[in-house]
């Protein structure tokens, strides 16, 4: 133990608090922990898998005498082994599957539904925060998401990624086939009881892309699904999300049944018939301004040549996942890495360790100093979290500065938008005085700092460049006002690329 | 992860317990009272309030029930880090989750020292359990997990790195950086004494 933890070891001996837990608590939870305990073994489906204790073995041996003697009956009648092609040949000649799924990651005591529709490849999925989402992988290649909280429902088209992260694989049932046709990828099958019946299980696991669980990356997913080997259809499952070193992110269960009929829009799954519909198909696309260019006024530098400038990213994190975007006017993603900018000799990360202020003194999560540590890494640790609203950092570059541009990562673990972001630059510390915008996409004013006209960008591990086109000061803000996520305010990493104007003028 | 792999496991009585526990409500009981007090410990050290540890350990034992069927370890040990890892993840999602936390902060460090004022125990010369807890309320969620299995659960290194998926020496070092940062703040408290 070093010198500082002895200390540390010995001032928390020498306080005293009060963490005696109470014995009416203990007792209670231990009889909500004890019925819960028994709720699983009765109604879950955790117990995919026959655990066997050594003390029950010889009375349960009976049961799964009988168990596999019903199953063998059924496999014989069902003209053999129930191979999983069977399963899903059956299971997709239903008109609707409606599956009931509960998790860990899922509000307490609430359900998240969902639709599919195998002949049109419709899915719809209502959330537990009243949320509703619909995807046509079928004719019109369209995704729609209900928004509660703006009442509105927004279309976009489809990404190239596909759920459960699978290279294809619209459903569950598809993305089971798609993981068990993988390379290397082998499926684990048994026979088990549920719901009174004999029943077929059939387990993959596989790595994954673009899928996170509460925002945490998740490397693997293990996917086990239950068949009825009457009806060879899946009539439960069981999903587990890990991540690289094995660990379990989050864990849903499934119980599945199979309506003749279903929903037959977002509307008959609960959004108001008023709800607002905002197209984002059809809003305007990409601002020359955005595009980098050439600064334009090299002169003062003393050089006439220009260098691309070197900008270190980090890694993505998601690949062309759908994009929960709720506004308009959002640029559309670029589709190739973003071309050179060009930059005068000598131009640095002048942020780089500079003090950070911010309108929220004390982040809900990360100190202010990670805005400009250089890390830009969308790790756990690598980013803060500003309350709610508006909010806005502040980088003091500790001197006037001659600003080319400014590089700006919110969050990119996920495809977000953040709305009213608004980039300034001034000599006052405090804003009132010769401050000069950069960047604004705050289109209705909401901030109060004058309507933008620049477009909403998606987050991408590439991070959103503003050409500040030499714009002098000593002070960089930066605003937004939550984001398509939640309402909170996310900062991983800010560059302010430029040169001290002293040095400009000593040249 | 391989250092943390190849650590000899430990052996402890009550290996068979955990492996009963997956099947038998009795065994998951016995369990639950070996583990409740330490639960809830941690989370008060964590949240710095009764109540709030009260709820957060309910919700880590019923996550533990409703998963404890399924659970793939099979030592004490295994067992030990797992439901730590559970409450560790519960009182970071919860101090993420509410907004109400720099207000839950303000109110416990002022009652605490209201108390300590009436009770005429303290003496502002010195570090006092408010001092700490603001100071101890400003590090990251991880940091604080760190610090309160160290030094409230007294686990190892190696314990420590089980709980929140780090390796040891990882785990040896953010320490370090913790207290040092923890002594600033505290020096900055106390108006800059040593």
């Not at chain 1, 070891?9 to 305990?37: C, F, S, W």
């Not at chain 1, 460049?465 to 939640?486: A, F, H, P």
């Amino acid at each position: 133990m070093s010198d500082n933890e002895h200390d540390f070891q010995k001032l928390v001996a020498g306080l005293k608090v009060n963490d005696e837990p109470d014995a009416t608590h203990r007792e209670r939870l231990r009889r909500q922990m004890l019925q819960t305990y028994e709720e699983a073994a009765r109604g879950g489906i955790s117990n995919l898998k026959f655990q066997i204790s050594n003390l029950k073995r010889l009375a349960i041996a009976a049961v799964v005498l009988v168990a596999v003697v019903m199953g063998a009956w059924a496999l014989l009648r069902s003209g053999g082994p129930m191979s999983f092609d069977q399963v899903q040949v059956a299971t997709e000649k239903m008109p609707w599957m409606r599956a009931a799924v509960r998790g860990n990651q899922i509000a307490e005591g609430r359900l998240v539904h969902h639709w599919y529709n195998f002949a049109a490849k419709l899915t719809y999925t209502t959330m537990a925060d009243g949320s509703v989402l619909g995807w046509d992988y079928g004719d019109r290649r369209e995704s729609l998401v209900y928004s509660p909280r703006r009442n509105a429902i927004v279309v976009t088209e489809l990404g190239p990624a596909w759920p459960f992260g699978t290279d294809s694989g619209y459903n569950l049932v598809d993305a089971f086939a798609a993981f068990a046709a993988k390379d290397g990828v082998e499926t684990t099958t048994w026979t088990t009881e549920y719901e009174g019946k004999t029943v077929r299980g059939y387990e993959v696991e596989a790595t994954v892309r673009g899928v996170s669980v509460e925002g945490r990356s998740a490397a693997r997913l293990r996917i086990a699904v239950l068949a009825d080997p009457a009806t060879r259809r899946i009539v439960a499952a069981n999903l587990e999300y890990l991540n690289q070193a094995g660990a379990m992110l989050g864990r849903e269960e499934w119980a599945i049944d199979y309506p003749p009929s279903g929903p037959s829009g977002l509307y008959d799954l609960g959004v108001p018939a008023g709800a607002r519909v905002i197209d984002l198909r059809q809003q305007p696309t990409g601002t020359p301004s955005d595009e980098p260019v050439v600064i334009p006024t090299p002169a003062p530098t003393g050089s006439r040549n220009l260098v691309p400038l070197e900008i270190k990213l980090p890694r993505p994190q998601f690949v062309g996942t759908p994009q929960d975007a709720r506004t308009p006017y959002l640029e559309q993603p670029r589709g190739r890495p973003r071309p050179p900018f060009l930059v005068p000799p000598g131009t640095t990360n002048l942020a780089a360790g500079k003090p950070v202020s911010a309108s929220d003194r004390e982040p809900l999560y990360g100190s202010l100093d990670m805005v400009t540590d250089g890390d830009k890494e969308a790790d756990d640790g690598s980013f803060i979290e500003l309350g709610p609203k508006p909010q806005y950092v502040t980088i003091d570059l500790g001197e006037r500065c001659e600003i080319y541009a400014i590089l700006v990562w919110h969050y990119h673990k996920l495809p977000r938008v953040y709305f009213d972001v608004v980039v300034q630059v001034s000599n006052d510390k405090t804003f009132r005085t010769g401050v000069q915008t950069v960047f604004n996409n705050d289109r209705d004013n909401s901030l109060g700092l004058g309507a933008g006209t620049n477009l909403h960008y998606t987050e991408t591990n590439e991070g959103k460049l503003i050409d500040s086109k030499g714009t002098q000061g000593r002070y960089v803000r930066l605003y937004s006002n939550g984001n398509t996520s939640d309402d909170l305010n996310h900062y991983i990493e800010v560059e302010v690329y430029g040169r001290p104007v002293r040095l400009i003028k000593d040249n | 992860m391989v250092a943390i792999m190849a650590k000899p496991v430990e052996q402890t009585d009550y290996d068979d317990l955990v492996e009963l526990a997956k099947t038998q409500a009795a065994a998951m009981g016995r369990l639950y009272e070996l583990y409740y007090d330490r639960i809830f410990r941690f989370c008060v050290h964590r949240l710095f309030n009764r109540a709030t540890a009260e709820d957060v350990t309910s919700t880590v034992f019923l996550t533990v029930a409703r998963m404890m069927r399924g659970f793939k370890g099979r030592t004490e040990q295994d067992f030990r880090a797992w439901v730590y890892t559970i409450a560790a993840n519960q009182a970071n999602a919860y101090i993420r989750k509410t907004s109400r936390r720099k207000r839950l902060m303000e109110n416990v460090v002022a009652a605490r020292r209201a108390d300590d004022q009436d009770s005429g125990e303290s003496e502002w010369s010195s570090l006092d359990w408010p001092t700490l807890y603001a100071a101890i309320g400003q590090l990251k969620p991880e940091h604080q997990t760190i610090l309160t299995l160290r030094f409230f659960e007294n686990m190892d290194y190696d314990e420590i790195g089980r709980v929140v998926e780090a390796r040891p020496a990882t785990v040896r070092v953010t320490l370090h950086r913790v207290l040092h940062r923890l002594g600033d703040e505290l020096r900055s408290d106390l108006g800059g004494e040593e």
